[in-house]
């Protein structure tokens, strides 16, 4: 990410200054008659150990990401083991027919908008917020302390996390013990479709803080000291520092971060929610992802059906990643590509 | 200086310890490759769930005694391959879809499916030549023959078969202590079931007067919930209703059932928790005294419950309770019992290369000698013969490392679940040691063949038949299990009934009865 952000800062900057140096790395400059490959294999030799760095990571994305796309041509037929990817007949779009006229179609896509939303909305700021609150704190220690504590739930496996989570919303479990000591009743909390969103987007979002918090702490680190004590000549209280100084220098971070956050909208943490739900919550928790791993290989072993349910899931992320970006870059000129 | 000394004795350390796995690895490797060559062959690969009750002492079935001496008396070596417990759906599919296939696959299957897809072929001409032993039992018993037969006359398994007396494991058991202390009889209709559980409830205090969950995911409804629907002649899902296919939710008893369950869970009689309970919190209500009544099976359950609630409570007794109807003097007609195919089987898989050793190998479980290997293990060790009946040594019954009788069984034997052979009797009549188990077995048994009449056989589906009925059910299972839970709870009105009928008519229910009715036809006429 940070890499990102340095990326960013060199093309906002890279029009005024050193107009040299990020010729010379891509090899442009160089006589204009040469072909791509002539030009590739000079770069390659000038720059041969960044290349060999560069290969697993391609290799990684031509393996586990490029390599299973083949696969997805089952969405459109009607794939059976014995025929083989090859051998199964073409059924053109019948399956996503099947799947936009289905009972659970609006339910699911409801289900994975509004969590993804619910995310979004509360998930996104805190972190900012936090990283803000420890940015004025001065007592190193506490700080410290605060961040430490906060960021090592990040560490514990999903799977831990939300055996906690059942295991205290269960009736007589930890938060029924809260709720009875305040006067409520003790209630399978798990059960109620109504509550599904906000144990799951409370428990993400404790999971998660202190983790995401470390990177606008990063972003933090690197504003100009100066500017703060420039302000503090001129009397800005600390509030009219943060909203002037604070916020517009990690602007770039947050918009990249939302821009990847609006772009994974639908995909939403399938894990955890196979962990946490229950057929009792179904209403509020079933999303596109589950219902592609119950149909598809837990309960029944419609492939080609869920491959185009799961299709149609990339399309529209795509769609998102691409508008968020077009967004950011009419609004404020930050932009991821 | 310092330093750089300490760097390099570091990777010197790392490098010898590496070293050393890589060889010990070698040499494993080695090992296993020269046992492979004794007979210059690869060990047939069968896969198979790992029965909980095996795991408990071993990690393989390859551990287990009876396989290891069918090995030795067939001279084929195998290797079992185990999914993960509670993943095994998916592991099959994946494996399916992969078409990295291992010789044998030990499944419930839809056969005909696996054999269309090509995944298994056919063994007809197999058991013919090198199953002599499977071949003599099918001649004897035509309608045994009948059930493992596809439409066309195909087999694709070779079966797991019941064809003794005892075909009821599981059923009702309740808390007869509490019945005894607040004297009451044994409840037989849903009305005296009604007041019995009030009784629990109101004298005993208990939070789940009926318990009733989902161990093993076998439908949020549960066992015990359906044998209370199934006392209005109607099931949870596809039965016969006077020889014709019929959907139990769709028919009007089920929403008199519907009623009756939201009245027992406003009033707290049935467990709150009924949509969550997994396994662990099921046994845990049990062994709590939490719950008065619930399903089990005698041998796995009751063998389990009943001594460890008498740990605590000396006079804690559980008796089986006669499956509930409506009207005193009613049969009931749903009793859990299997066909004598209990629709378990091994396949051959289009991987294997040596079918025919492979199926001569199994057939050794129906001969004499495995018949008794699997049933009782190895006479002199697990089991002596006491005037010609096989009796269990102490190794079983009173296992000196303090395992239950199912856990040494398992260790030694394949008899409590499902594997190629025949179940004999005279293994559940040693099996069932407690009183309670020994009246249960009688008790559940006395209505068995009622069962016949209402349940499904052993059908076999074309593949697109078998398409198209698993995408339609899968729609309406979901459907159904989700509107029981909220017709319970109240979180939709009884009155909304009909809608939900409505509902899975529109998921084309007639469509799936009809194929199932076609395939009953059929197989009536095989």
């Known amino acids: 990410m940070s890499g990102g952000a340095r990326k960013l800062r060199a093309a906002r900057e890279g029009g005024q200054q050193a107009p040299y140096a990020p010729r010379d790395l891509h090899g442009r400059g160089t006589d204009k008659k040469e072909g791509w490959f002539a030009r590739l294999w000079l770069n390659y030799k000038k720059n041969k150990a960044i290349y060999w760095m560069a290969l697993p990571v391609v290799l990684y994305f031509l393996v586990f990401k490029y390599m299973p796309m083949y696969g997805a041509i089952i969405a459109f037929k009607d794939y059976t083991v014995g025929k083989g990817i090859w051998g199964s007949e073409w059924v053109g779009l019948q399956h996503f027919r099947d799947f936009f006229e289905s009972y659970y179609f609006w339910r699911i896509l409801k289900n994975t908008l509004l969590l993804s939303f619910y995310q979004l909305l509360f998930g996104f700021p805190a972190p900012i917020l936090l ?58 909390l798990l059960s109620d479709p109504s509550n599904f ?79 946490l739900y229950n057929p009792n919550v179904y209403d509020t928790a079933d999303v596109i992802s589950t219902f592609v791993y119950r149909k598809g290989i837990s309960e029944g072993s419609e492939f080609s059906y869920t491959t185009a349910v799961g299709l149609f899931q ?21 932009k991821l590509f | ?69 069918w090995e030795k008396a067939t001279g084929v070596q195998t290797k079992f391959e185990h999914p993960a417990v509670g993943a095994e759906n998916e592991q099959f599919n994946v494996m399916l879809a ?18 269309n897809d090509g995944s298994i072929i056919r063994l007809n001409e197999l058991i013919d030549e090198y199953a002599p032993n499977l071949k003599k039992i ?60 009030r009784a629990f409830k109101e004298k005993k205090g208990v939070n789940a007067p009926l318990l009733y969950g989902a161990p ?163 006479e002199g060790e697990t089991y002596t013969m006491v005037d010609g009946y096989p009796t269990y040594t102490d190794e079983i019954l009173h296992n000196p490392d303090g395992l239950s009788v199912v856990q040494a069984m398992a260790k030694h034997f394949i008899a409590n679940y499902p594997f190629v052979g025949e179940d004999d009797d005279r293994y559940n009549e040693q099996y069932y040691q407690l009183q309670q188990q020994k009246d249960a077995v009688e008790l559940f048994s006395k209505y068995s063949d009622n069962t016949l009449e209402v349940s499904i056989p052993p059908i076999s589906l074309t593949t697109e038949e078998s398409n198209e009925y698993s995408k339609i059910m899968n729609d309406i299972t979901t459907y159904r299990d989700e509107m029981f839970i909220k017709f319970v709870v109240g979180a939709e009105p009884i009155d909304n009934f009909d809608k939900f009928v409505e509902q899975i008519k529109k998921f084309d229910i007639d469509r799936a009865i009809e194929i199932q009715q076609d395939a009953v036809d059929r197989y009536n006429a095989r």
């Open chain 2, 98 to 115: 992969s078409s990295e296939l291992p010789d044998v696959m030990f499944v419930y299957g839809d056969y005909s499916k696996l054999y």
């Open chain 1, 314 to 334: 990339s399309v529209v992320n795509f769609i998102l990643l691409l508008g968020a970006n077009r967004l950011s870059k009419a609004l404020s000129d930050n």
């Open chain 1, 131 to 188: 990283a803000l609150l420890l940015n004025e704190l001065r007592h190193e220690l506490f700080k410290r302390t605060v961040q430490t504590v906060s960021y090592i739930p990040h560490f514990i496996s999903i799977v831990v996390i939300c055996g906690m989570v059942v295991d205290f919303s269960a009736r007589g479990g930890l938060f029924n013990t809260i709720i009875t000591f305040f006067g409520g009743q003790d209630s399978a």
């Open chain 2, 216 to 378: 093993p995911k076998l439908s949020t409804m549960g066992p015990a919930a359906a044998n209370f629907l199934e006392a209005y002649g109607i099931t949870n899902t596809i039965f016969l209703r006077n020889g014709k296919v019929a959907y139990g939710p769709i028919e009007p008893e089920y929403k008199t059932f519907l009623e009756m369950f939201h009245r027992w869970y406003e009033e707290g009689l049935i467990d709150p928790d009924f949509a969550t309970n997994d396994q662990k919190t099921f046994d845990a209500k049990i062994l709590d005294s939490q719950a008065g009544a619930f399903f089990t099976f005698i041998g796995g359950g009751v063998g389990r419950y009943l001594p460890a609630l008498q740990e605590k409570d000396p006079k804690a007794n559980m008796t089986a309770v006669q499956f509930p109807v409506v009207n005193k003097g009613d049969e009931p007609m749903f009793t859990g019992r299997s066909w004598e195919w209990s629709g378990a089987g091994a396949t051959i898989t289009k991987s294997n290369k040596r079918p025919e050793e492979t199926v001569k190998a199994l057939d050794y479980f129906f001969g004499e000698e495995g018949h008794m290997l699997k049933n009782f293990g190895v």
């Open chain 2, 138 to 197: 099918l001649e004897e018993n035509p309608e045994v023959a009948k059930q493992l037969k596809a439409d066309n006359g195909d087999i694709y398994a070779i079966p797991h078969l019941r064809l003794g007396e005892y075909k009821t494991f599981g059923g009702m058991f309740i808390r007869q202590d509490w019945l005894d202390e607040l004297g009451l009889e044994k409840p037989e209709t849903l009305d005296e079931w009604e007041t019995v559980l």
């Open chain 1, 197 to 275: 969103r906000t144990i799951y987007t409370a428990s993400s979002i404790w999971q998660e803080l202190g983790f995401s918090t470390i990177i606008y702490l990063a972003a933090l680190s690197g504003i100009n000291p100066e500017l703060y004590d420039a302000s503090r000549v001129d009397g800005a209280s600390r509030l009219r520092q943060v909203w002037h100084i604070t916020l517009p220098g990690i602007m770039p971070m947050i918009v990249i971060l939302l821009i990847l956050r609006i772009g994974g909208l639908m995909e939403i943490g399938f894990e955890k929610i196979i962990l």
């Open chain 2, 1 to 69: 200086m310092a330093q750089s000394w300490l760097r390099k004795a570091a990777l010197l350390g790392a490098t010898l310890i590496l070293g050393g796995t890589a060889l010990s690895g070698c040499s494993g490797g080695g090992e296993e490759a020269e046992s492979k060559q004794g007979d210059g062959k690869d060990p047939i690969s069968i896969w198979a769930s790992l029965n909980t009750n095996v795991s408990i002492t071993l990690k393989s079935m390859n551990e287990i005694t009876a396989i290891k001496e």
